[in-house]
């Protein structure tokens, strides 16, 4: 079993930056992979980016050249940088680790970007 907890979401105006922190409640090393996705009113959940295990990283087109994601694998956190926010990221922000073959969830992360 593994716990996900997020952090870091909140108002911000366009063009500004968040960072957002996924904390495991244990070793994330050897997790397949760990993501960011994304929920907004009245849309499906929407991957963000993800990142392998050996540190690959994978973003969704919409977010491209926008948003990195990283991995500390000794504090257990995947982070997922924001910048350059535009109302169109307006979402919840959930965290997503793949260990074998189970999915774990975060409780999730607002982001509003409005001025």
């Known amino acids: 079993q593994v716990q996900l907890v997020e952090s870091g979401g909140g108002l911000v105006q366009p063009g500004g930056s968040l960072r957002l922190s996924c904390a495991a409640s244990?070793?994330?090393?050897?997790?397949?992979?760990m993501g960011w996705y994304r929920q907004a009113p009245r849309k499906e959940r929407e991957l963000v980016a993800l990142?392998?295990?050996?540190?690959?990283?994978h973003n969704a087109d919409s977010v491209k050249g926008r948003f990195t994601i990283s991995r500390d694998n000794a504090k257990n956190t995947v982070y997922l940088q924001m910048n350059s926010l535009k109302p169109e990221d307006t979402a919840v922000y959930f965290c997503?680790?793949?260990?074998?073959?189970?999915?774990?969830w975060g409780q999730g992360t607002q982001v509003t970007v409005s001025s």
């Open positions: 990142i392998t295990s050996s540190g690959s990283t």
């Open positions: 244990r070793s994330i090393s050897s997790f397949n992979t």
């Open positions: 997503n680790a793949h260990v074998f073959q189970y999915n774990y």
